[in-house]
């Protein structure tokens, strides 16, 4: 090869470079400006207030530390039908909770927005884009 067509090659090497490090900064701006988006967005700050509103209601976070607690004990423990009960106890509790519901909701409806997001990415490439492949160790 000529000394002209050596030159040639490192030139479209390094633009070709430029061009995806410029496509990678697009990328990264385009992110920042989503995730400014979403975090102005109103189910995402309706989202904050009502996880912030049951961290600080002591009376619901007790009721899911106890639901919690009586899920643990039942995986560990096998089928026991008097925790059974205390289960479905809890769990009608929780389901006429105003500030855990008003949680559930606005975390559901988060979800539903990320996953329209996702589906809208998804089709503008072709594949899955938060599919999981799996992963973890070992």
């Known amino acids: ?3 002209a067509q050596d030159a040639d090659d490192v030139a479209e090497s390094n633009t070709s470079a430029a061009v995806d490090g410029d496509t990678e900064a697009n990328v990264e701006a385009a992110l920042r400006e989503f995730l400014d988006a979403l975090g102005e967005s109103e189910t995402y700050q309706r989202f904050v207030a009502a996880d912030e509103a049951l961290q ?3 009376d619901a976070m007790a009721l899911l530390r106890e ?3 009586k899920q643990r004990q039942m995986q560990r423990g096998g089928f026991d039908e ?3 009960a205390e289960l479905k106890e ?3 509790e929780l389901s006429t909770n105003e500030t855990v519901q008003r949680q559930q909701a606005a975390q559901s409806e988060l979800v539903d927005l990320l996953q329209r997001t996702n ?3 998804s089709d503008e490439i072709g594949e899955e884009f938060a599919r999981s492949t799996g992963g973890g160790c070992c």
């Open 90 to 92: 809890l769990q009608t």
């Open 82 to 84: 008097s925790v059974m």
């Open 119 to 121: 589906d809208v990415v």
């Open 56 to 58: 600080e209601d002591a």
């Open 67 to 69: 639901y919690e607690q």
């Open 1 to 3: 090869m000529s000394d």
